[in-house]
């Protein structure tokens, strides 16, 4: 069963903080690389950060330093905490699971139904 369930979003400032979580089915949670990517309006979505099997870390280069990928594996959950956010962050924030180019960001095969982050100056 495929399952990925997003929470966290929100409104902040810049310069705040959110920590995003994607709840998994056991099934999406064994995937060899979830990760986060988002779409801000008229604009196509991206990759911001992906975590694999080991848990390594991949992440965009607009969000390093900012942005940290995790996995709690007693809850089936993936956490994108991130911070000192900027205007530029603002964007629909999808989960990904099952990523099949999981190191260049690309290649999703299942998405969440994604949660709003919106940054404000």
């Known amino acids: 069963q495929v399952q990925l369930v997003e929470s966290g979003g929100g409104s902040v400032q810049a310069g705040g903080s959110l920590n995003l979580s994607c709840a998994a089915s056991?099934?999406?949670?064994?995937?060899?690389?979830m990760g986060w990517f988002r779409q801000a309006p008229g604009e196509e979505r991206e990759g911001v950060a992906a975590?694999?099997?080991?848990?390594?870390?991949i992440y965009a280069d607009s969000v390093k330093g900012r942005f940290t990928i995790s996995k709690d594996n007693a809850k089936n959950t993936l956490h994108l905490q991130m911070n000192s956010l900027k205007p530029e962050d603002t964007a629909m924030y999808y989960c990904?699971?099952?990523?099949?180019?999981?190191?260049?960001?690309?290649?999703?095969?299942?998405w969440g139904q994604g949660t709003q982050v919106t940054v404000s100056s």
């Open positions: 990904a699971a099952d990523i099949a180019y999981c190191y260049i960001l690309q290649g999703p095969n299942y």
């Open positions: 056991p099934y999406t949670y064994s995937s060899y690389c």
């Open positions: 975590i694999d099997h080991e848990g390594s870390p």
